[in-house]
C-alpha cells in the first residue's frame, strides 16, 4: 500500500466534525456523511484556550450531514446537508449502506439530553436495569441513551425519510424500554446486504459488560427484528462497542469490535449462517479502534481502523477474502501525525480507478476537528 494525497474534505471552526461514513452511490459520487456538534471556541476566543471547550463528542444540538463528492477530486459536490434530526435527542454517528436497489441507508443513534438536575433522578431509575455509567454527565447536561435508528433515502442521499428505531432487544433489563419503544443501543460500523436481507450489528450502551446484537430487515430496511445476540462477555470482564460487519466471499459474516477491558485489542465473531448463530468471541493481536472492513472487488478486504496509541493515527491490513489472516497481515501506516487520540473513525471506499479512498476525523490546524480523506494504491 501507498499512501497518494490526504485532502481536507470538510472542516467549520463552528463545529466538530466525527465519525465519517462512506458510500459509493448508484451514479459514481461518493456520499460522505458525519456527525456535526457545536465547537464555540470561535466565538469565546481566546479565553476558551486550553478549557477543553468544543472539543465534546456530546452536544444537544448534535445532528448527522452529508456531502456529496467527485470520486475522482475528492471536491464538494453538494452539501453540507443537514439529515433531518429526532427532535428528543441529538444525533451521534453515521453508518451508511447503499443497497443493490440504489437505496440508501443510514443508521445513527441518538441520546436524549437532561437538564443536570435530573442525574440522582436517572441514576437512580438506572439501579434497577442499565448500570449509571450508562449516563453521560457533564457540568450542564445529563445524556441517556436514547436509541438506534435507521432512515432510507431513494434519491441517492439527497434526503432521507423518518427514523426507524430498533425495538428492544428481550429481557434487555431497560427500565424505560416502554416509554422509549426503541433498542437503547449505539451504532457505528458497517451493515451488509445478503441475500435479501439487510444485516445490522448494534452493541449496549456504555458501560460492562456491553454486547453486541444482531438485527435483520426483510424489507429493504423499513423495519428491523432482532435475530441473535452476536457477542457477551459471560464474565463481565470485557466490552464490547462499534461492530462492524462484513460479507465474505464466501458468503460468511464476519464481525469486528472495539474492545473495552481487553487492552484496545480487536475481537472478532464469525457466522455460516446469516447470523442467526456466532463463533465464540476471539481476540487479535490488533490493537486500534474502531474498525472498517471493505471487501475490495477483486475479493480482498481492506481493514481500516484508528489508532489511538502514540503515534497517533490511522492503520490498514490487507486480508485475505475471508480475512482470515488477520494476525500474520502487515501492518500499514496510513498516517501517524495525529496530535492527540481524539481521532480517528475511518471509513472507506473503492474508487473507480482501483485506489481507495478513507475518510476520519483529525485535529485541524485551527486545533478543531476535520473531516479528512486519505487516496491510497495498493
Not at 428481550?170 to 451504532?187: I, K, M
Amino acid at each position: 500500500m501507498r499512501v497518494v494525497s490526504h485532502r481536507t474534505l470538510y472542516e467549520d471552526a463552528r463545529f466538530h466534525a466525527a465519525f465519517p461514513s462512506l458510500a459509493r452511490l448508484s451514479d459514481g459520487h461518493l456520499l460522505l456523511a458525519f456527525r456535526r456538534g457545536r465547537d464555540p471556541r470561535w466565538l469565546l476566543g481566546d479565553s476558551a484556550s486550553g478549557s477543553g471547550i468544543g472539543r465534546s463528542h456530546w452536544d444537544t444540538r448534535s445532528h448527522i450531514a452529508t456531502l456529496r463528492l467527485s470520486p475522482d477530486s475528492l471536491e464538494t459536490m453538494q452539501g453540507p446537508t443537514v439529515v433531518a434530526a429526532d427532535p428528543q435527542a441529538a444525533e451521534q454517528d453515521a453508518s451508511l449502506l447503499v443497497l443493490e436497489s440504489g437505496r440508501v441507508l443510514l443508521g445513527s443513534f441518538g441520546w436524549y439530553p437532561l437538564a443536570s438536575a435530573a442525574a440522582p433522578m436517572v441514576v437512580a431509575a438506572m439501579a434497577t436495569g442499565l448500570s449509571s455509567d450508562a449516563v453521560i454527565a457533564t457540568e450542564l447536561t445529563t445524556f441517556v441513551p436514547w436509541g438506534v435508528s435507521v432512515r432510507a433515502s431513494d434519491d441517492g442521499g439527497s434526503s432521507f425519510g423518518a427514523h426507524h428505531y430498533l425495538a428492544p432487544v428481550p429481557d434487555s433489563g431497560d427500565p424505560w424500554a416502554e416509554r422509549r419503544g426503541a433498542y437503547r443501543g449505539g451504532l457505528r460500523g458497517a451493515m451488509v446486504e445478503r441475500e435479501g436481507e439487510v444485516l445490522l450489528a448494534a452493541y449496549d450502551a456504555v458501560g460492562l459488560p456491553a454486547s453486541v446484537h444482531l438485527f435483520v430487515s426483510k424489507d429493504q430496511g423499513a423495519t428491523f427484528s432482532h435475530r441473535a445476540c452476536a457477542i457477551r462477555d459471560a464474565d463481565r470482564r470485557a466490552g464490547f462497542q462499534e461492530p462492524s460487519l462484513l460479507l465474505t466471499a464466501s458468503g460468511g459474516l464476519v464481525l469486528f469490535c472495539r474492545t473495552s477491558g481487553l487492552g484496545d485489542a480487536l475481537v472478532t465473531a464469525r457466522s455460516t449462517d446469516g447470523g442467526r448463530s456466532w463463533s465464540p468471541w476471539k481476540r487479535h493481536s490488533v490493537m486500534g479502534h474502531p474498525y472498517h472492513p471493505l471487501r475490495l472487488r477483486d475479493g480482498r478486504v481492506l481493514l481500516t481502523y484508528g489508532y489511538r496509541h502514540a503515534p497517533w493515527g490511522v492503520r490498514a491490513r490487507l486480508l485475505d477474502a475471508e480475512a482470515g489472516d488477520l494476525d500474520g497481515a502487515d501492518e500499514f501506516v496510513v498516517r501517524s501525525d495525529g496530535e492527540g487520540a481524539d481521532l480517528g473513525y475511518p471509513w472507506a471506499a473503492e474508487l473507480p480507478g482501483g485506489e481507495v479512498v478513507v475518510a476520519y476525523y483529525w485535529a485541524s490546524k485551527s486545533h478543531g476537528r476535520a473531516i479528512v480523506g486519505t487516496r491510497i494504491t495498493l
